[in-house]
Nanobody
Framework: QVQLVESGGGLVQPGGSLRLSCAAS????????VGWYRQAPGKQRETVAT???????NYADSVKGRFTISRDGAKNTVYLQMNSLKPEDTAVYYC?????????????WGQGTQVTVSS
């Protein structure tokens, strides 16, 4: 079992910045992928940003140029730097990690952290 613990959410004004952190209980260097997802009220969970095989980064079109995903293997932590935040970025943000477990890919999720962008 892998535990993921997010932190860094909160209330921020439009145009502001936040950095989310996700601490993993297992070495993320052994992960297949790590990423951030979000879910706004009444909407489905959507992909925000992912890093696959430690190298390939992908972003949702809505956050390209504003958000940056990164990882620190020494700290087993994944980050999401969010700049130029907009009200439509308001959502619960979830950390995700995928590991090979007994030869198959297994998904793990954090508990989520609320991000609210409002004046």
């Amino acid at each position: 079992q892998v535990q993921l613990v997010e932190s860094g959410g909160g209330l921020v004004q439009p145009g502001g910045s936040l950095r989310l952190s996700c601490a993993a209980s297992r070495s993320i260097d052994s992960s297949y992928s790590v990423g951030w997802y979000r879910q706004a009220p009444g909407k489905q969970r959507e992909t925000v940003a992912t890093i696959t095989r430690g190298v390939v980064r992908n972003y949702a079109d809505s956050v390209k140029g504003r958000f940056t995903i990164s990882r620190d293997g020494a700290k087993n932590t994944v980050y999401l730097q969010m700049n130029s935040l907009k009200p439509e970025d308001t959502a619960v943000y979830y950390c995700n990690a995928v590991f090979y477990v007994t030869g198959t890919l297994s998904n793990y999720w954090g508990q989520g952290t609320q991000v609210t962008v409002s004046s």
